[in-house]
Nanobody, 127 residues
Framework: QVQLVESGGGLVQAGGSLRLSCAAS????????MGWFRQAPGKERECVAA????????YYVESVKGRFTISRDNAKNTVYLQMNNLKPEDTAVYYC????????????????????WGQGTQVTVSS
């Protein structure tokens, strides 16, 4: 069974940084596009960032552009989300997700496209 395990969440002050990691197992990682989503209480889940299979193409929601960076290491079966200049509105549970695709150049930013999800990691940004 495919497993996605997130780590790196926590409590940080506004302006601080965190690096989330998502370790994937029991899948051919390089065949999957990956995404980071977040969900705050009372809000819908949104895609924060997405990356294609090779890592050469990325997507960011407007609110995090210039602050967050998604990357992947296919040799380590891991996708990362570097989050800088964090704001209180970034507070949410962050999830990584994997989508099997034959299209190497495509990233996906809607939740219904994704096949597998991690359990989530809490990120709390204090003001």
């Amino acid at each position: 069974q495919v497993q996605l395990v997130e780590s790196g969440g926590g409590l940080v002050q506004a302006g601080g940084s965190l690096r989330l990691s998502c370790a994937a197992s029991r899948l051919s990682f390089s065949s999957y596009a990956m995404g980071w989503f977040r969900q705050a209480p009372g809000k819908e889940r949104e895609c924060v960032a997405a990356i294609n299979r090779s890592g050469g193409r990325t997507y960011y929601v407007e609110s995090v552009k210039g602050r967050f960076t998604i990357s992947r290491d296919n040799a380590k079966n891991t996708v990362y989300l570097q989050m800088n200049n964090l704001k209180p509105e970034d507070t949410a549970v962050y999830y990584c997700a994997a989508h099997f695709t034959s299209y190497s150049l495509i990233y996906y930013y809607t939740s219904r496209d994704y096949d597998y999800w991690g359990q989530g990691t809490q990120v709390t940004v204090s003001s």
